[in-house]
């Protein structure tokens, strides 16, 4: 099946220095990938959705300009939480959207555990 | 996206079939039913989906009721490394960009030995 890539898979920064976060299709191109967040013992949310060449799109409560998101390729998009703080801290997962001919799936990457100290 | 409703803890003994039924009596025409699973600190994993008919593959088969308003994941032998959180989503499938999915609590599996 499909194959998405997520870079790195764990990391621990400080309080106030930016974090980038690598989501890859590997073996496919994705017009469409998502964001999510996921806290401890809870469901994912979704964060945002992005789309290659253009502006991501936030749900409400999420800042745009703490999680900025770059979708500059069909295979690559790119989640940086800018001026991080511990309350942050989180597992962020990113999916990508592969259409099958009948209808669309959806397949995640590994995810990314932050810690903020 | 039509609302599922799920149980929120399963057991099932491995080498059993384990059977996780979901609700979703608000499902449209138009929407599928796709199942995902999540492994503890993995992303979701993919496992079936289907739109009217019975689908079966390698992971498991899922069996949808005649009205649409309920289906059951059927994991034929449970193993232990089927323990996971199984979500049951209903959602538009052929959709231009694809949406995102919108997760539930799921049911939370255990797999005893």
């Known amino acids: 099946g499909a194959v998405v890539s997520q870079h790195p898979s764990w990391v621990i920064c400080k309080s106030g220095t930016s974090v980038k976060i690598e989501c890859r299709s590997l073996d496919f191109q994705a017009t469409t990938m998502f964001w999510y967040r996921q806290f401890p013992k809870q469901s994912l949310m979704l964060m945002a959705t992005s789309n290659e060449g253009s502006k991501a799109t936030y749900e409400q409560g999420v800042e745009k300009d703490k999680f900025l998101i770059n979708h500059a390729s069909l295979t690559l998009s790119t989640l940086t939480v800018t001026s991080a703080h511990p309350e942050d801290s989180s597992f962020y997962i990113c999916?990508?959207?592969?259409?099958?001919?009948?209808?669309?799936?959806?397949?995640f990457g590994p995810g990314t555990r932050l810690t903020v100290t | 996206d039509a609302k599922t409703t799920q149980p929120t803890s399963m057991d099932c003994a491995e080498g059993r079939a384990a059977n996780l039924p979901c609700n979703h009596s608000?499902?449209?025409?138009?929407?599928?039913v796709y199942w995902y699973r999540q492994i503890h600190s993995q992303g979701p994993q993919y496992i079936i989906h289907g739109l009217k008919n019975n689908e079966t593959n390698e992971m498991a088969s899922l069996i949808i009721t005649e009205d649409r308003k309920s289906s059951t994941l059927i994991l034929p032998h449970a193993t232990l490394r089927d323990t996971a959180v199984y979500y049951c989503i209903v959602r538009v499938g052929n959709s231009n960009s694809g949406y995102a999915l919108n997760f539930g609590k799921g049911t939370s599996l255990l797999v005893t030995p």
């Open positions: 608000t499902i449209s025409g138009n929407e599928y």
């Open positions: 999916s990508a959207t592969i259409h099958t001919g009948s209808s669309y799936e959806q397949y």
